[in-house]
């Protein structure tokens, strides 16, 4: 049997099975050390490296043909070019050895495993993928509201340092949920990955057999995990997917008359209003954040950092950069001994911190990639009448191009599994 012939077959390949275990240890590696034991975090972390670098190894194995050569070929180069860029920095700058294999890691490794095993994974795996996120969401969101009506000195509540004054609130007594994750920007991620997959299982029909009640519940689950997250930006990205579900599959239902997709439409709808009555403190809550949030930030300002960096990062700049990994939070704890980000607080100002002129590249291509699959999926919305093109594509722009992929440890695993699950969606050329 070839390559294309193992694609089609409605299983789950060996990479598939990897990417699995990946984002199992991604999602509640967290949990374990927090609550069990925060040394066993780095053994979690290098498990799922070594696993990402096997799927890598046997996709390049058995499915390059399928990829297609000429993006392995342009994956290669890429790869050639930080590695080489990273050289001339650990010679000119004198960074440690320690900081150019972070470097890579951040840089390299889940990027590689998002483009080959996204190009390479068929449709039957996307929808498992997306039954997998449904129960997930469903087993999280119980966790989520003890948490919310918790006290922020509870064990729930705990996180890596034992100071609950170092707790993130969204007001006086009501922390900002961290789920099974260390700390609320993990937890943001997660529902940023959810979302899509989520509302891609959603869809009535599929290879993968999904109950009714569980589409319903798992809906349901991620949406009170957002309500109950406090943070403004995962709201607002939650509402604005919704919408488009909501509205252009109405659109096809009205044109299909799909009975049993209008159905699911009903309850989300019917949904999105009950729980801010069940859940009225959060939306209290949530509406004190955002009241004060206008008052105290230009709004403005605040998307153009988030998109283009920091005004300091450009000031700092420097053409060959200060070092790749340098402005990970990993490579903090390396030299600190204490958690945070070096060099720059958004992804595009670490960039270009960190890699200078490669940085600047590395962002302008962000930039045009989301630009291309946004269109493509628009089209492929439009064409196939499945709103979830342009839902990945969106979620998988977002988190290129804000989440903080080369510095944050979470992000830098969910950011590219998000990626990966586009590609399985938006570029897939042969269906089973």
């Not at 590395?362 to 699959?373: D, E, R, V």
């Amino acid at each position: 049997m070839n390559d294309i012939d193992d694609f089609l077959q409605p299983k789950i390949k060996n990479t598939s099975k990897l990417c699995f275990l990946i984002l199992c240890i991604a999602v509640f590696e967290g949990a374990v050390r927090k609550w069990l034991s925060p040394e066993l975090g780095i053994i979690l972390m290098l498990s799922r490296d070594l696993f990402a670098f096997i799927a890598i190894i046997l996709c390049l194995k058995n499915y390059s043909r399928y990829i297609g050569i000429n993006i392995i070929y342009l994956l290669f180069v890429w790869i050639s070019i930080v590695l080489v860029w990273s050289l001339w920095q650990l010679i000119t700058n004198q960074t440690s050895f320690v900081l150019f294999i972070i470097g890579l890691r951040f840089w390299i490794l889940y990027l590689s495993l998002a483009i080959l095993c996204g190009l390479s994974m068929n449709e039957y795996e996307l929808q498992f993928f997306s039954k997998i996120s449904m129960y997930i969401a469903i087993l999280i969101a119980p966790l989520v509201i003890i948490q919310f009506f918790s006290p922020v000195s509870s064990f729930v509540n705990k996180q890596l340092s034992d100071d609950s004054d170092s707790i993130f609130t969204v007001s006086e007594g009501i922390v900002r949920t961290t789920g099974t994750f260390t700390f609320t920007a993990g937890q943001s991620y997660f529902l940023g990955l959810m979302t899509p997959m989520v509302l891609n299982g959603m869809n009535t029909k599929g290879l993968v057999k999904m109950s009714a009640m569980v589409r319903i519940l798992a809906f349901i689950a991620i949406f009170i995990s957002v309500m109950l997250s406090g943070s403004r930006s995962v709201l607002l990205t939650f509402l604005i997917m919704a919408a488009l579900y909501v509205l252009f599959e109405y659109f096809l239902t009205i044109k299909k008359i799909d009975t049993v997709r209008f159905f699911f439409i009903l309850l989300i709808i019917i949904g999105i209003f009950l729980v801010p009555l069940l859940f009225a403190k959060a939306i209290e809550v949530m509406q004190a954040r955002f009241l004060a949030a206008s008052e105290s930030e230009d709004a403005v300002q605040r998307i153009l950092t988030m998109f283009f960096g920091e005004q300091s990062a450009f000031e700092k700049f420097k053409v060959f950069g200060y070092g790749i990994g340098l402005g990970s939070n990993f490579s903090n704890v390396f030299l600190t001994g204490s958690e945070g980000f070096n060099l720059a607080e958004t992804e595009p100002g670490r960039v270009i911190l960190e890699a200078g002129i490669l940085g600047i590249v590395f962002i302008l291509l962000k930039w045009l990639i989301a630009i291309y699959i946004v269109m493509r999926s628009l089209r492929q919305t439009l064409k196939f009448k499945d709103s979830s093109y342009l839902i990945f594509a969106l979620s998988a722009a977002i988190a290129i191009i804000i989440w903080p992929i080369s510095g944050q440890i979470s992000a830098n695993v969910l950011g590219p599994l998000v990626l990966m699950f586009m590609l399985s969606k938006v570029f897939r050329t042969i269906t089973i």
